[in-house]
């Protein structure tokens, strides 16, 4: 149990350290140090055959859903105003090839649904487990909502019931291939719609008719 609480709350710590690092080295240690917690735990992360066909499957059809529902909220202005005021990375392609799937999908995966959810599943059983892991990710996500000037509550409620649905998903298809497939999902496809939406904020005058009819918010 003790074991179970303290790798949370070293998770949710290393989530104000990471950010710090320099970017250089930062997406290798994050993935790094995700890596290395599963293998500490020994958590089955089912990413060989049969598991790993299970994991696709499911990690297909989650993601296909995951993406259309994140497209349909760019309708909304205010989501297209928040996106249209963050800054662009420096390297657009490093962001979607590198960043995302390794230091995001593939780091938080393999810390929180394969090193956590094993750790508190030992310890309070796979429901107790898959709960820890989706609270402590939500929680690690304060970080991120305070740089990015977004509401922190609501930011760790739904961050927290994402990580509660990988959660399932992992138990689910015994393979952490399928939550990865769902967050490269979600992810891919918001940052693809964020760059969308400030490419066209650029080349749209703001008094044009788009702008007065809120289709799109200078």
Partial sequence: MRRAFALAAVLVGWSFVSPRLPMPWRVPVQAGFGGLLAATTRASVGLRPPRLWSGLRWGLVAGGVAASAVATTVWFPAVRRSMAVRESPDSVLSWLAVRIPLGTVWAEESAFRAALNTAGARAFGASGGRLLQATAFGLSHIADARTAGEPVAPTVVATG?????????????????????????????????????RRRSRLTPPGSLRCRLGLLRP
Wanted: aromatic share 10%.
């Fill in 161 to 197: 019931v994402a990580g509660w649905f990988f959660g399932w998903l992992a138990d689910r298809s015994g393979s952490l291939a399928a939550p990865m497939l769902a967050h490269l999902a979600i992810n891919e496809t918001a940052a693809a719609a964020a760059l969308t939406v």
